[in-house]
């Protein structure tokens, strides 16, 4: 990606690219918020991977009681996901 955008790549592809990675990374299941930010959340404006995310619908947020905040694919994402990674089966999702 860092040779893509370099070169003058296409920043809004790369940030697609990197939000189906958020999404299939997800698929396994819910994970908690925290971990999810750590790994994900970034302050660069130019790849707003999980601001793009939450922003087109596809992630899902809940507390569970006695618990702290999850993330998950939500069915919108998984529709996307399996829509563009056809071989991506079996995403986790939540409403």
């Known amino acids: ?9 296409n920043v809004t592809s790369s940030v697609d690219i990197l939000v189906l990675d958020l999404l ?3 698929g396994d299941g819910p994970r908690p918020y925290g971990e999810v930010l750590d790994a994900w959340g970034t302050s660069c404006p130019r790849l707003p ?6 922003d087109r619908g596809f992630i899902s947020r809940q507390r569970l009681p006695g618990g702290g905040p999850e993330v998950a694919v939500s ?5 996307y996901l399996t829509s563009r990674r056809p071989r991506t089966r079996g995403v986790a999702t939540r409403t």
């Open 1 to 9: 990606m860092a040779s893509a955008l370099a070169s003058g790549g």
């Open 24 to 26: 299939e990374w997800l």
């Open 49 to 54: 991977v999980w601001e793009e995310a939450n």
């Open 75 to 79: 069915a919108r994402g998984a529709a």
